[in-house]
């Protein structure tokens, strides 16, 4: 088994994007993988994190393009389990007018049967057992009560690693059910990212000491679009503005962030650096239509981790 630093814990799925305009007219689709701990493992193992993804998919054509682009991507697929049965869940994407609709079917999927039983499997257990941080999100408390338990087992038995969690507030799959365990789940995590807009609507304040007090003592991030990230440990508080960029779509910055800031701190990077380096990775996927991008080279990354404050804001990312 490859020694894995980082394990992300969540559904991927098929995404098919249809250019632009609404889905009724659409005739043509390009397939990609999207989901949202998919897009996290890809983005940390792009930056140099040995790092597995840990899920269920179906045993079908999708599932074998998942596994197969992900391998391709550095991330460990071995703690994969495949459902003869349950599919491997597809969104597509709608572009009209600017603005993405993401419509899910997933409902029944592979991932969706994830319980706390998963986390016994010999494959997911030895994982785990060496992982520095493993990484999950609120989708995966929302795909199904049976995935969102398995999460509380994760978050609630000792553990070794530190437990990243993106609020990733998805309304639309809470619809049958209290997204009470999802609290439970930021309260319990030792770092959590969460978007200031998503969280004026699941806990009714964008406000990052608000949230911070109201998640007890951790590391909380929360981020502002294209404002700034700030970072709230018990050492200090953090600021850092985001880049300027030329903006393609939005989707799956969120993620890239996460997984600049992961990577940042599992090496070790001073706390504004951290946030850089999620600012830069979040920015290579804005300019993408697919939900994820490689980050910039090495020596470009280097060369704006340590630019002065004034360099960093007149960087300007275009889209190529
Ligand atoms: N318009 C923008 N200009 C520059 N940077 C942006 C812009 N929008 C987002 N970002 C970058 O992306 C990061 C994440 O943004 P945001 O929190 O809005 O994503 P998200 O809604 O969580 O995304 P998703 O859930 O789709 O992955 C920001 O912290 C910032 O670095
Ligand atoms: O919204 C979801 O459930 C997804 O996981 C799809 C996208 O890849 C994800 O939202 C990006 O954060």
């Known amino acids: 088994m490859p020694e894995t630093a980082a394990i992300c814990l969540g559904e991927a799925m098929i995404m098919l994007a249809g250019g632009s305009g609404p889905l009724a007219d659409v005739e043509v689709f390009r397939r990609s993988v999207g989901g949202a701990e998919c897009n996290v493992a890809g983005g940390l193992a792009a930056l140099g994190v040995p790092t597995g993804w840990i899920s269920?998919?179906?045993?079908?054509?999708?599932?074998?393009?998942?596994?197969?682009?992900?391998?391709?991507?550095?991330?460990?697929?071995?703690?994969?389990?495949l459902d003869p049965v349950r599919p491997t869940a597809l969104y597509v994407k709608e572009s009209d007018g600017g603005r993405s609709r993401m419509h899910y079917y997933r409902t029944g999927s592979a991932a969706a049967a994830m319980a706390p039983g998963f986390l016994d499997r010999a494959e997911v257990r030895e994982r785990l057992a060496q992982a520095k941080l493993v990484h999950t999100t609120g989708i995966t408390a929302?795909?199904?009560?049976?995935?969102?338990?398995?999460?509380?087992?994760?978050?609630?038995?000792?553990?070794?690693?530190?437990?990243?969690?993106?609020?990733n507030w998805r309304p639309v799959l809470w619809r049958e059910r209290d997204p009470e365990p999802l609290w439970?789940?930021?309260?319990?995590?030792?770092?959590?990212?969460?978007?200031?807009?998503?969280?004026?609507?699941?806990?009714?304040?964008?406000?990052?000491?608000?949230?911070?007090?109201?998640?007890?003592?951790?590391?909380?991030?929360?981020?502002d679009d294209a404002n700034t990230a700030i970072l709230l440990e018990p050492s200090?508080?953090?600021?850092?503005?985001?880049?300027?960029?030329?903006?393609?779509?939005?989707?799956?910055?969120?993620?890239?962030?996460?997984?600049?800031?992961?990577?940042?701190t599992l090496q070790g990077l001073p706390a504004a650096q951290r946030l850089r380096l999620g600012h830069?990775?979040?920015?290579?996927?804005?300019?993408?239509?697919?939900?994820?991008?490689?980050?910039?080279?090495?020596?470009?990354r280097e060369r704006l981790l340590n630019a002065t404050d004034a360099e960093w804001a007149a960087t300007k990312i275009g889209s190529a």
């Open 236 to 264: 200090g508080r953090t600021e850092v503005p985001a880049l300027s960029v030329d903006v393609v779509e939005t989707v799956g910055a969120g993620d890239a962030f996460a997984a600049g800031f992961l990577a940042g």
């Open 56 to 81: 269920r998919l179906g045993d079908d054509g999708f599932g074998q393009h998942v596994l197969r682009d992900l391998q391709t991507r550095g991330v460990d697929v071995g703690g994969v389990e």
């Open 280 to 300: 830069l990775t979040a920015a290579a996927v804005l300019t993408k239509r697919e939900d994820h991008a490689p980050p910039p080279s090495a020596a470009e």
């Open 184 to 223: 439970r789940l930021l309260r319990a995590a030792d770092l959590a990212l969460i978007g200031a807009d998503e969280a004026e609507v699941f806990a009714g304040t964008g406000d990052a000491d608000e949230l911070y007090e109201r998640l007890g003592a951790k590391t909380l991030v929360v981020k």
């Open 142 to 167: 929302a795909i199904s009560a049976s995935s969102s338990d398995m999460l509380e087992r994760l978050a609630t038995e000792p553990r070794e690693f530190l437990l990243s969690v993106d609020l």
